[in-house]
């Protein structure tokens, strides 16, 4: 069963902006606020590499790369996970990805090796393609 979905992505020029999103099923209905929630993202050819997590004392971390351009927030009572991303670069188009961890678990300290023994549930993906 799909779990986590996101939407927002396509195609734009460097230097604009794209919002993505992340919905939770019901099988977070009463536990939503209790995990870390995280963006992943990958190019072809390259590995999966960590983008944002959000943890449930309301802390976020961030890769080097993105760091000042995107912004990850949560909405606990809609059970969302949203990234803000401004000044895009041809150097974000990849796939991007949602994830959670699991149930009471901070973020690990290496959460951007994106680990499936930290982060449990997937979602399917959404294409962001970036123009020069």
């Known amino acids: 069963q799909v779990q986590l979905v996101e939407s927002g992505g396509g195609s734009v020029q460097a230097g604009e902006s794209l919002r993505l999103s992340c919905a939770a099923s019901?099988?977070?209905?009463?536990?939503?606020?209790?995990?870390?929630m995280g963006w992943f993202r990958q190019a072809p050819g390259k590995e999966r590499e960590g983008v944002a997590v959000s943890d449930y004392d309301g802390s976020t971390s961030y890769a080097d790369s993105v760091k000042g351009r995107f912004t990850i927030s949560r909405d606990n009572a809609k059970r969302t996970l949203d990234l803000q991303m401004n000044s895009l670069k041809p150097e974000d188009t990849a796939m991007y990805y949602c994830?959670?961890?699991?149930?009471?678990?901070?973020?690990?300290?290496?959460?951007?090796?994106?680990?499936?023994?930290?982060?449990?549930?997937w979602g399917q993906g959404t294409q962001v393609t970036v123009s020069s």
């Open positions: 994830a959670a961890g699991r149930l009471g678990a901070h973020c690990s300290g290496s959460w951007h090796r994106g680990s499936r023994a930290d982060f449990i549930n």
């Open positions: 019901a099988y977070y209905a009463y536990t939503y606020s209790t995990y870390c």
